[in-house]
């Protein structure tokens, strides 16, 4: 009923939005790729690069999986964000709970996996700053310079370069 598995995409510096054919509703960030595949027993997606936030419709009959580098996060009628960097998968949980390795992580919280390995549990974190892609802002509180200088360059055509390593340390905080 749910056809073959589907591709969606976006280029860099482009943001997308998909109904999927159980309701869910999947956004993509900048330059990130995801393949879906439903069958009758389960609701998969197969997050390849980039940052997916899910709203997932709620199917008790059918679970809804999103797989990542190794790693199966198992949505419980939730919406959560999935952040595919170089070295580290982040999670952060929206609303409702999602099944991650061998943790529960509830709203409000992150959980960091690398290799397919949850390296300790769940932090607190503002997930209002997560989302803030979803109305086209970048959200930084005391982070490294160096990384707002990379999350700028995943949308604009001109990469930010700061070769002080001194200055890509430099906490800096701002909305933009």
Do not use: C
Not at 59 to 88: C, I, K, S, W
Not at 113 to 131: L, Y
């Amino acid at each position: 009923r749910f056809g073959l598995p589907r591709t969606y995409e976006t280029v860099h510096g482009a943001q997308g939005m998909w109904r999927l054919p159980d309701g869910s509703l999947l956004h993509l960030n900048t330059d990130s790729a995801a393949t879906v595949h439903y069958s009758g027993q389960e609701r998969v997606v197969d997050l390849k690069r980039g940052e997916a936030l899910f709203q997932v419709a709620r199917e008790p009959a059918r679970g809804f999986r999103v797989a990542v580098e190794g790693t199966n996060l198992r949505a419980v009628g939730t919406q959560f964000d999935v952040y595919v960097r170089a070295h580290t998968t982040e999670l952060t949980v929206i609303e409702g709970t999602v099944l991650a390795a061998d943790q529960r992580v509830e709203a409000g919280y992150r959980l960091y996996i690398q290799a397919g390995i949850t390296p300790g549990p769940a932090t607190a974190v503002d997930t209002s700053r997560t989302i803030a892609w979803l109305q086209q802002r970048i959200d930084f509180e005391h982070q490294p310079l160096g990384e707002v200088a990379d999350e700028f360059n995943r949308y604009g055509r001109l990469p930010i370069v700061i070769d002080d390593i001194q200055l890509r340390t430099l906490r800096s905080s701002g909305m933009f």
